[in-house]
């Protein structure tokens, strides 16, 4: 199983990123994905979550009208779309899969994409 995560960077507040995240060893359309975050000293944060068929999304009040979660089944991949952004919003991201194998509840997590935003 794998989840790598790309797209991340050093960019000027205001400005946009779209994150990546790659996933292959499971059945990707059948997990729920989210993306977290965690700042320097701070503990990790849900960022925005999207169900297995995309029929639903959620986001943390930080980040709504600014982030956009979406997924494409057929690739295999979640994205997070980031516009205007903040130096509050600099952190590690990291996407997460989380579904059931089996008869068990199994969560997957990337190694996560540095994201700075600063001027």
């Known amino acids: 199983v794998q989840l790598v995560e790309s797209g991340g960077g050093l960019v000027q507040p205001g400005g946009s990123l779209r994150l990546s995240c790659a996933a292959s060893g499971f059945t990707f359309s059948s997990y729920a994905m989210r993306w977290y975050r965690q700042a320097p000293g701070k503990e990790r944060e849900l960022v925005a979550a999207i169900t297995s068929a995309a029929g639903s999304t959620n986001y943390a009040d930080s980040v709504k009208g600014r982030f956009t979660i979406s997924r494409d089944n057929a690739k295999n991949t979640v994205y997070l779309q980031m516009i205007s952004l903040k130096p509050e919003d600099t952190a590690v991201y990291y996407c997460?899969?989380?579904?059931?194998?089996?008869?068990?509840?199994?969560?997957?997590w990337g190694q996560g994409t540095q994201v700075t935003v600063s001027s």
């Open positions: 997460s899969a989380s579904g059931m194998k089996g008869s068990w509840y199994t969560s997957y």
